[in-house]
């Protein structure tokens, strides 16, 4: 295999589509995001991406029939904006790799017609948290204000430690490119798989671009995440040390 194998699977002609990129990350939200999209809408898997970037390793189907890891693109026809998806299990392992991705999944958005760039992620609060909002970076004032409109939120200085992997080049190589580029990203804790925060990015999404879906497979594993968070809270207040009155008595 070449370092890097493009499969043609198919092709479609999209009308002025928007690239979005849900590749795994902190909270998986992109991937949640992305997924969730490729679920409610009627999708075309378009291209296959290999790379020796990519984990060596195969992912094993409910059926037991194994392949190579690999990132897809997908397109989608709606009655508001075609959407072209990037999804996958795996980011690049290396930095050069993360750049070597980035260029062809670029390269990738501009042959279906792609003038403008989502990436979508998570960044981490470092603690659970109850209100869901969307922060945002662009390429241009213009699409900041855009997207302020909608609801996204800029704060100075956040995230902090910039925006690194695939989600960041999208924004930064794309930008160069001449795209209009952003990445949205859902609050999370970053400790665990987080639905409420992709649901959070997917409602910018629809706003955006004029679509509609149903959230409804989204809450169900909202509401599986809550019992984990509860069992874990459970555990650690049975872990915490008990005072007693006893203890009490020897407090100066």
């Known amino acids: 295999m070449d370092a890097l194998d493009i499969e043609v ?23 949640l995001a992305a997924e ?7 999708s075309t898997l378009v291209r296959r991406v290999y790379s020796n970037d990519l984990p060596p390793q195969v992912d094993v189907g409910d059926d037991g029939v194994a392949e190579l890891t690999h990132a897809e693109f997908h397109a989608v026809e ?63 004032e213009a699409r900041v204000e855009a997207l302020e409109d909608v609801g996204v939120e800029f704060r100075e200085d956040e995230p902090a430690g910039g925006i690194v992997g695939v989600s960041g080049l999208v924004l930064g190589l794309g930008g160069r490119r001449g795209m209009d580029a952003a990445c949205l990203m859902g609050e999370t804790s970053g400790y665990l798989v987080d639905p409420k925060s992709a649901r959070a990015v997917l409602e910018v999404l629809v706003e955006l671009f004029e679509i509609e879906i149903e959230y409804e497979s989204l809450e169900e594993r909202a509401d599986e995440m809550e019992d984990v968070i509860e069992k874990i809270q459970q555990m650690e207040q049975q872990q915490s040390p008990q005072v007693t009155d006893d203890d009490l008595r020897y407090i100066g």
């Not at 198919?10 to 992109?30: N, T």
């Not at 969730?36 to 009627?42: D, F, S």
């Not at 709606?78 to 390269?107: K, P, V």
């Open 78 to 140: 709606t009655d508001g904006r075609d959407l072209l998806i990037l999804t996958g299990d795996h980011q690049a392992q290396s930095n050069e790799g993360h750049y070597r991705m980035a260029d062809a999944f670029l390269d990738i958005a501009a042959e279906f017609g792609c003038e403008s760039a989502y990436a979508l992620g998570g960044v981490p609060t470092g603690e659970l948290i109850e209100e869901y909002d969307v922060l945002g970076a662009a390429s241009s």
């Open 36 to 42: 969730h999209l490729l679920e409610e809408l009627e």
């Open 9 to 31: 699977v198919a092709d479609v002609e999209l009308d002025d589509p928007v690239f979005l990129e849900g590749l795994p990350g902190v909270g998986h939200v992109g991937k």
